[in-house]
């Protein structure tokens, strides 16, 4: 990917004070954790986790890949997060909230303490929620998910985020699978200067099912009108007045379940990723420490959704849990105009900035220069995530963003890993542009083939040994995890974690991800499973046949291409828009294709599996180079090309 050959060292005066400061430190760092990988976890464990009661073994193996980690300790997250605090920063602001339009709220961590402990209360005595019980999360991005997230951490309950974006259909398959008791939610929020609303998806998804739902909590943002079901629905903001200030935590085990964040697979449904308590906190204040360096009275500010990983781990646990200011924001960086996001940084002096590549791209387009109308030298770091970062935009945010000052952290992770596991870190990596770099210190990446061997001119992205913050299971589904994660490459008859991605490694051991290899796609950094697509798509009766791939997009990075073969007739509008409203209904409106296509037939080879490969080189517009001779119709090609161009 990366044409710009120039290495762009760390700035001296921040490497001076950084937490790793160096390629020596780093490597130091690492090699002890290669000597002796349990003392390294051990010496964080015991460092950063206030422990109720401590553990005994730092890592259990004995039923691999069901890994185990701190085994027997008790923690509590919201502890973590809030209370051990207190003593030192009672008076720092945790959440520096800002409004869609312009409202801001400084929350301190006293007052996020207050607000976390009365909904605690409210949800284990008024909707009697218990240690394990599922709560589901279909909030916009206020201080009230927050809270809402911190409390059931504190009572023992589980909480799955769904991203406001998807739809009735799926926030109902989610609160299915995990058998949620209890939905939270809001009236609504602000967006674009207007209030939106969210509260409807969650009656039209309770009506179709999600029966194991007691009761459905609002909190009341916008105050817009809303449908109200007498006896479900309770309205947050009159009930927790009436709350108890202090609400004992409940002391966790290490390995009890946190949270499911639902995520898509190559195959079947998407996969509840259960992550555990101990070892997740851990690495998400470790790589805050470490890939941020936050520190002091840094103003970290990630720009994600609580309804993705990303929105998990850096607005909320990870900042929350190193002590620092997260900012947390309700609207988009584009509203009112390019300049948001940079006014943002200049009001509130932010020192971190993490967002996606795809938002870097979009603020580029609308405002190649709107950055230096701001004051933004209190930045010091510039993070991005969800996708490969191209030269042209990872150009103009060292350059115009951070003023050819701030190193810019590639992070390379997933919902499966809970936080960072490669990326430069940022006073100590010669960063190469479009390049996650090294993996962090503890965390041993290697690209190699599906025996195990060492592939660096192009393979498969491997960790190969297990980590405290990775996923601890798919819920309700151990053999999906065993089949999805670690059925595919093996060393030496041990299976070894894969992360679905392609990557290489060059002669300087510089780690460049290429991207998936397997049939997920990853429109503006979300990321869709093209099985769960093309089932929605199967469902306007018009089509016989479908196959979902993608195509290179200049903002999104990739967008949705669908191939489909009709019953009867030829594609129309009327067609394409009811395949689009179905994948809206049955997704959410990221799910939406920016192309379909009517073909003949699909490629396929006489065992009948459909060669996406080939569609993909169609889509891309790439010349075929593939063998398709082994094809059940070779001549299928031909005229799937020109369908193509035509279209
Ligand atoms: O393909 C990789 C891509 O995003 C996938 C993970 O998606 P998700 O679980 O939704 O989490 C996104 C936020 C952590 C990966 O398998 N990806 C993530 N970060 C990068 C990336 N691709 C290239 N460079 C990155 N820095």
Same mark, same amino acid.
């Given at each position: 990917m990366s044409t710009d050959k120039k290495i762009y060292q760390p700035n001296p005066a921040f490497a001076k004070h950084a937490a790793i400061n160096s390629m020596d430190a780093y490597w130091k760092l690492q090699n002890k954790a290669i000597e002796d990988y349990e003392g390294f976890w051990k010496k964080y464990a015991d460092e950063k986790i206030d422990w109720l009661s401590g553990y005994d073994k730092v890592l259990d193996e004995s039923d691999a890949p069901f890994y185990k980690w701190f085994t027997e300790g008790r923690l509590n997250v919201s502890n973590q997060c809030i209370d051990r605090h207190l003593a030192d920063k009672a008076h720092k602001t945790a959440i520096l909230f800002e409004g869609d339009r312009g409202d801001v709220e400084e929350i301190t961590y006293a007052l996020l303490s207050l607000r976390v402990n009365k909904m605690a209360n409210l949800l284990r005595h008024e909707f009697n929620v218990k240690k394990g019980d599922r709560v589901v999360l279909y909030m916009p991005m206020i201080p009230e998910a927050a809270y809402a997230m911190l409390a059931c951490a504190r009572i023992g309950a589980i909480h799955s985020i769904v991203f406001g974006g998807f739809s009735a259909e799926a926030l109902k398959d989610r609160i299915e699978d995990a058998e949620a008791k209890i939905v939270i939610t809001a009236d609504g929020a602000y967006r674009k200067g207007k209030p939106y609303m969210l509260k409807q998806v969650v009656d039209s998804a309770l009506e179709e099912g999600g029966e194991s739902i007691e009761a459905v909590l609002v909190v009341k943002r916008n105050n817009e009108e809303i449908n109200w079901v007498e006896g479900r629905d309770h309205n947050y903001n009159e009930l927790i007045t009436s709350q108890h200030a202090e609400c004992p935590f409940e002391a966790m085990d290490s390995e009890d379940p946190l949270f499911l964040l639902y995520t898509s697979g190559s195959t079947g449904k998407p996969k509840g990723v259960q992550h555990s308590t101990a070892g997740y906190i851990l690495w998400a204040q470790m790589t805050m420490e470490w890939v941020f360096d936050v520190k002091g009275d840094d103003i970290f500010w990630c720009t994600a959704d609580i309804g993705w990983i990303t929105g998990h781990t850096y607005i909320i646990y990870g900042p929350l849990a190193a002590g620092t200011t997260t900012v947390m924001f309700e609207g988009v960086p584009t509203y009112p105009d390019a300049g948001r996001a940079w006014k943002m940084v200049q009001d509130h002096k932010i020192t971190q900035f993490y967002t996606a590549p795809t938002a870097i791209r979009v603020l580029h387009k609308m405002g190649e220069d709107e950055p230096k109308k701001y004051d933004l030298s209190s930045l010091k770091v510039l993070g991005t995530v969800g996708e490969p970062i191209d030269p042209p935009a990872w150009k103009w945010y060292y350059e115009t963003v951070g003023n050819s000052n701030c190193a810019i952290v590639d992070t390379w992770w997933q919902t499966e890993t809970g936080g960072h596991m490669i990326s430069p870190l940022p006073g100590a990596t010669p960063i190469k542009p479009g390049c996650a770099t090294f993996a962090l210190p503890g965390i041993m990446a290697e690209v190699l083939d599906y025996q195990g061997e060492?592939?660096?001119?192009? =393979?498969l992205l491997c960790i190969t040994k297990p980590w405290p913050a990775m996923i601890r299971n798919i819920w309700g589904d151990p053999d999906r995890y065993v089949s999805a994660y670690f059925g595919d490459v093996s060393k030496n008859g041990t299976p070894i974690y894969f992360s679905g991605d392609g990557a290489r490694v060059d002669e300087d051991g510089y780690i460049t991800i290429v991207g998936r290899v397997d049939d997920v796609i990853n429109v503006s950094g979300h990321r869709m499973g093209t099985a769960e697509i093309e089932a929605a798509v199967k469902?306007?009766?018009?089509?016989?046949e479908v196959a979902v791939v993608s195509r290179p997009h200049d903002i999104k990075g990739e967008s949705i291409f669908i191939y489909i073969v009709l019953k009867e007739g030829h594609i129309n509008k009327d067609i394409k828009n009811h395949i689009n409203e179905l994948l809206a209904n049955e997704i =959410?409106?990221?799910?939406?294709?920016d192309h379909i296509i009517e073909v003949p037939g699909l490629p396929k080879t006489r065992s009948g599996k459909i060669m996406r490969r080939i569609l993909r080189s169609i889509a891309k517009g790439e010349e075929i180079t593939q063998d398709i001779s082994t094809l059940e119709d070779p001549s299928i090609v031909e005229q799937i090309i020109t369908s193509a161009r035509e279209a």
């Open positions: 060492t592939k660096n001119d192009g =393979g469902k306007d009766d018009h089509v016989a =959410g409106n990221i799910a939406k294709a």
